[in-house]
C-alpha cells in the first residue's frame, strides 16, 4: 500500500491519461464526423415523399423523374444502391428519401434552386436539405436562437463549413464555432452598440 503522496501521484497521473484519452477520442470523433460528411457531399434528402408512393418502381429511375416533375430537369444521379428510404421508423414517417449526384455541382444546383421554389408532389409539400450527418445537424441546429437574433436585427451572417457562423458587422467578419460566443458578441457588441445609440438619437 502507498503512501499518501504516492497515491495522490498516481491518481493525478490517472486523470491525466484519462483527460488526454478524452481529447484523443474527441479528435477521433470530430475526423470520423467530418468524412462522413464530406462521403455525402453529393447527396441530399428528399422530405415528405408520400410513403410506398415509389413500390414497384426502380428507386434511382423513381427519384430522377420525381426531380425532373418537380423541378423540370433530370440531373446526374449515381446508378446503385445509393438512392433509397431511411430505415423505418414510427416517429419518422414518412421516410425521407436520400439521392446522391453523379456531380456536386449538380447536387448544389438543386439545393439552390429547392431553396428559391415551393415545390410540391400531388399536392404534397416537399422539402429539400442537404444530407448531414446527425452530429453535424446537431451543431448547426445549436446556433438557431442566435441565428433568429441576429435576423430581427438586421445584422448579416452565413454558415461556414461544417458548423461556423460568420456575423457582418460594421465592416468586419467575425467567425464562431460555438453559439455561446456568438450570444455573448451579439449581447455585448452588438446590442449594446444599438442600446447606446438609440439613447444618443433621443
Excluded at 430522377?64 to 446503385?80: N, S, T, Y
Aim: hydrophobic share 40%; proline share 5%.
Amino acid at each position: 500500500m502507498g503512501t499518501t503522496s504516492e497515491n495522490a501521484l498516481a491518481l493525478s497521473q490517472a486523470e491525466a491519461a484519462i483527460s488526454d484519452l478524452k481529447a484523443a477520442n474527441a479528435a477521433l470523433i470530430d475526423r470520423a464526423d467530418d468524412l462522413e460528411n464530406r462521403s455525402r457531399r453529393a447527396s441530399l434528402r428528399i422530405v415528405n415523399v408520400p410513403e410506398g408512393i415509389e413500390r414497384g418502381t426502380d428507386m434511382v429511375e423513381f427519384a430522377a423523374d420525381l426531380l425532373k416533375e418537380i423541378m423540370g430537369d433530370q440531373p446526374g444521379i449515381v446508378r446503385g444502391p445509393v438512392v433509397a428510404r431511411g430505415p423505418c421508423s414510427a416517429q419518422v414517417w414518412p421516410r425521407p428519401v436520400v439521392v446522391c449526384f453523379h456531380r456536386y455541382q449538380e447536387k448544389e444546383r438543386s439545393l439552390r434552386w429547392a431553396r428559391q421554389h415551393q415545390m410540391q408532389h400531388k399536392g404534397k409539400p416537399l422539402r429539400i436539405y442537404p444530407d448531414l450527418s446527425a452530429g453535424l445537424s446537431k451543431k448547426r441546429a445549436a446556433f438557431k436562437n442566435i441565428k433568429a437574433a441576429l435576423y430581427e436585427g438586421g445584422i448579416q451572417f452565413r454558415l461556414l463549413y461544417p458548423a461556423r457562423r460568420r456575423v457582418s458587422y460594421e465592416g468586419e467578419n467575425h467567425n464562431f464555432d460555438m453559439p455561446g460566443d456568438a450570444e455573448v458578441f451579439f449581447q455585448r457588441i452588438i446590442k449594446a452598440t444599438s442600446t447606446t445609440l438609440n439613447e444618443a438619437l433621443n
